[in-house]
């Protein structure tokens, strides 16, 4: 099993660009959730999903959009990047509740220049 | 709201040695799972060690285990024998068995292992 799959690894984007972020997992996993990492810090939640079609608002959900069109991807879209979204982006998934743990991507390094 | 605090940045440990990293968590729900997540060089989040706050004995993976006191709402990691392996930060995390499941963080320890 691949497991949790992330693209790209690393990404420079310029101030005012887009792009999405690419998250697949391959485990029939109903959850789903994007964390973003900053420089000396845990992991805060962006966005989570808990099923096809039903997506809703993390932590620190300001820039960014998602979608959950199918059980197994889960793509995160910046639409206008901003120095403040340079940050490593984790996405993870897992069965749901009951304490499931959750299942982690290797990550992107996204930097906005 | 939840909370967890790391209180200790960075910690070392000769090799072979036993480290205990520090948790605190703060909650007002019962139903609540704890977690220790490794993350190495590579950036990968690897879990370590979860606990289930009904539970009363510490859970154990091997050379890791926990001190669970749920009283005082402390979560710490014990590292026996450590290994060059066992370089990496290390993040406490709480979960509360309801709605989105979200992980709570705390900010990490980064361990040093001394050959």
């Known amino acids: 099993n691949a497991g949790v799959t992330q693209t790209p690894k690393f990404r420079i984007l310029k101030i005012g660009q887009s792009m999405t972020l690419q998250c697949a997992q391959d485990?029939?996993?109903?959850?789903m959730y994007w964390y973003r990492q900053d420089p000396g810090m845990g992991l805060k939640l962006i966005y989570y999903?808990?099923?096809?079609?039903?997506?809703d608002k993390g932590e620190v959900p300001n820039g960014y959009n998602v979608s959950r069109s199918t059980t197994e991807d889960f793509p995160l879209r910046l639409e206008l990047a901003a120095p403040s979204q340079t940050s490593v982006y984790f996405c993870?998934?897992?069965f749901g509740q009951g304490g499931q743990p959750q299942h982690f991507g290797d990550g992107t390094r996204l930097s906005i220049l | 709201a939840q909370t967890v605090t790391q209180s200790q940045p960075e910690m070392s440990v000769q090799e072979a040695e036993t480290v205990t990293l520090s948790c605190t968590y703060d909650t007002s729900e019962s139903d609540y799972y704890l977690f220790w997540y490794k993350q190495p060089p590579s950036r990968q989040m690897i879990l370590v060690i979860r606990q289930e706050a009904y539970k009363q004995q510490n859970a154990t993976e091997n050379r890791f285990s926990v001190n669970f006191q749920k009283a005082a709402k402390s979560f710490s990691l014990k590292i026996s024998d450590s290994q060059l392996g066992d370089a990496a930060m290390y993040f406490c995390a709480s979960q509360i068995n309801f709605g989105n499941e979200k992980l709570t963080f705390g900010t990490g320890t980064r361990l040093t292992i001394i050959p």
């Open positions: 999903s808990v099923g096809a079609g039903i997506t």
């Open positions: 485990m029939n996993h109903n959850y």
């Open positions: 993870a998934s897992s």
